[in-house]
């Protein structure tokens, strides 16, 4: 169930940045940021509630916790995206940090702090967000 719940993480976080460079290419990362901010995360509350529910289990506290610090640091993430993007700072600058210092963050603190040995779906999965963070720079 933890590959499903993290498959589902992955692609709603990098459909949140697509959607934000779909704005900006619109012109209209200005007017409707906050908004497509609220209907993107409610949606993925409402994601996550509904597979609870489809479980019938309840939320342990802790997981609670984890997830809504989770979200919460998602949001100011995709926010902060989107108050650059909107402030005329180019996509070709804003996706390759935020997007690209996390990829390396992760894989760095993995392989550093947690010993974590690559392997070749880790570096598939570099190689895959490392693409995608290129197509999402194109001007």
Do not use: D, H
Not at 24 to 49: D, I, R, T
Not at 65 to 84: D, E, I, R, T
Request: aromatic share 10%.
């Amino acid at each position: 169930m933890y590959f499903r719940y993290m498959l589902v993480a992955f692609l709603t976080n990098g459909l949140g940045a697509f959607g934000l460079r779909v704005l900006v290419g619109m012109g209209q990362a200005e007017l409707y940021k906050l908004q497509y901010l609220a209907v993107w995360y409610l949606a993925g509350a409402a994601l996550a509630a509904a597979a609870y529910l489809l479980r019938r289990t309840r939320p342990q506290s802790r997981e609670m916790l984890v997830a809504l610090a989770m979200g919460l640091c998602s949001l100011l993430g995709q926010l902060g995206m989107a108050l650059a993007l909107a402030g005329g700072v180019p996509g070709f600058v804003v996706f390759p940090v935020a997007t690209g210092g996390g990829l390396l963050l992760v894989a760095l603190a993995g392989v550093l702090i947690f010993r974590e040995r690559i392997t070749m779906w880790g570096y598939l999965g570099v190689a895959v967000g490392s693409a995608a963070l290129a197509l999402l720079s194109l001007p």
